[in-house]
């Protein structure tokens, strides 16, 4: 089946600094979605892309479909952005493959 | 405001025993979702519902079981033949197939 990495597995910012996470699979995907779980393990959908670029305040993010990859960018990072951040393809028939998440620390 | 609840948050369970959690939407999704989270890990889709009493197995499904009996309504039961239940669950919907999901809160499952 199709496989989702995400990189880097973990990442410790200090406030304000700019990052990017990154989504690679390994097959064609139908959709692309970006979820940020926060600490209490709640998950939020922060973009649905299955191409091209999308923003949203200070996070935007990127899919290069034919090159099967997605990138989320956090500028200015505060520290409710910390929290585990979920690549997830939809591969059609119902089923989502969510990648095992960046961890993201943010110090104040 | 429309949305996902899950009940309980926490819930214990003594070996041998079947519990029930539940997940209530009033979004209008038809379809449902029922994921589990171990520690540091991603989600892997336990069972999965497109429409009222219709529902499919996930990568792992084996030691659950669910039923949709009404649209706004998806239950997992974990049964005593789930040897590892410790985790994180989570219940999802969609308006169809291609995600777009909700996810409620979570219950974490505790072996006692």
């Known amino acids: 089946g199709i496989q989702v990495e995400q990189s880097p597995p973990d990442l410790i910012l200090q406030e304000g600094a700019n990052s990017t996470l990154r989504c690679n699979f390994s097959?064609?995907?139908?959709?692309l979605q970006w979820f940020h779980q926060n600490p209490w393990g709640q998950l939020i959908n922060l973009f649905y892309?299955?191409?091209g670029t999308k923003q949203n305040g200070r996070l935007s993010a990127t899919t290069v479909a034919t090159e099967r990859y997605s990138l989320l960018y956090i500028s200015s990072s505060q520290t409710t952005d910390s929290g585990v951040y979920f690549c997830?393809?939809?591969?059609?028939?119902?089923?989502?493959?969510f990648g095992a998440g960046t961890r993201l620390f943010v110090k104040a | 405001d429309g949305g996902i609840t899950q009940s309980p948050k926490y819930l214990f369970r003594k070996e041998g025993q079947n519990v029930t959690l539940s997940c209530e939407q009033n979004?209008?999704?038809?379809?449902m979702y029922w994921y589990r989270q171990d520690p540091g890990q991603g989600l892997r889709l336990i069972y999965y519902?497109?429409?009222?009493?219709?529902?499919q197995k996930g990568d792992i499904a084996e030691g659950y079981s669910v039923s949709r009996e009404k649209k706004e309504s998806f239950p997992l039961t974990v049964t005593s033949a789930q040897k590892n239940p410790t985790a994180f669950y989570l219940c999802?919907?969609?308006?169809?197939?291609?995600?777009?999901?909700?996810f409620g809160s979570g219950t974490r499952l505790t072996v006692v």
């Open positions: 999802a919907s969609s308006r169809g197939e291609a995600g777009g999901y909700t």
């Open positions: 097959d064609s995907v139908n959709n």
């Open positions: 892309i299955p191409s």
């Open positions: 997830a393809v939809y591969t059609g028939g119902f089923k989502t493959i």
């Open positions: 979004l209008n999704h038809d379809a």
């Open positions: 519902s497109q429409i009222v009493n219709d529902f």
